[in-house]
C-alpha cells in the first residue's frame, strides 16, 4: 500500500509504504509530465513498513508521479504540488 498526504501539496509531501513481506530494496522515482526524472533515491532494508519526506518545493508546480519499486512490486502515484 502507497499512500501520499497531504494531496495537492505546496512542495512538501509525506509518502508511506507498507508490505506484507520485509522489503529489502526499494526504489523512488520521481517524475515530472513530460517524463523528466526529478528524483531518485534508493534505500536498504525498508522493512514491512516505510516512511520519507518527498520535497518538491524547488520544483515547478503542475503533476509529478512518484514511483515505488520494492523487491519487484510496481506502484506509481500522481502527485499535484500547487
Known amino acids: 500500500?502507497?499512500?501520499?498526504?497531504?494531496?495537492?501539496?505546496s512542495g512538501l509531501?509525506?509518502?508511506?509504504y507498507s508490505s506484507d513481506v520485509f522489503v529489502k530494496d526499494l526504489e523512488?522515482?520521481?517524475?515530472?509530465?513530460t517524463g523528466q526524472v526529478v528524483s531518485k533515491k534508493k534505500f536498504s532494508n525498508a522493512g514491512k513498513s516505510f516512511?520519507?519526506?518527498v520535497?518538491?518545493?524547488?520544483q515547478?508546480?503542475?503533476i509529478y508521479f512518484v514511483e515505488i519499486k520494492a523487491d519487484g512490486e510496481?506502484?506509481?502515484?500522481?502527485l499535484v504540488t500547487q
Open 1 to 9: 500500500v502507497l499512500s501520499l498526504y497531504p494531496n495537492p501539496t
Open 13 to 16: 509531501a509525506t509518502l508511506s
Open 28 to 33: 523512488l522515482t520521481i517524475t515530472n509530465a
Open 51 to 53: 516512511t520519507t519526506e
Open 55 to 58: 520535497n518538491l518545493a524547488d
Open 60 to 62: 515547478a508546480r503542475g
Open 74 to 78: 510496481r506502484i506509481i502515484r500522481k
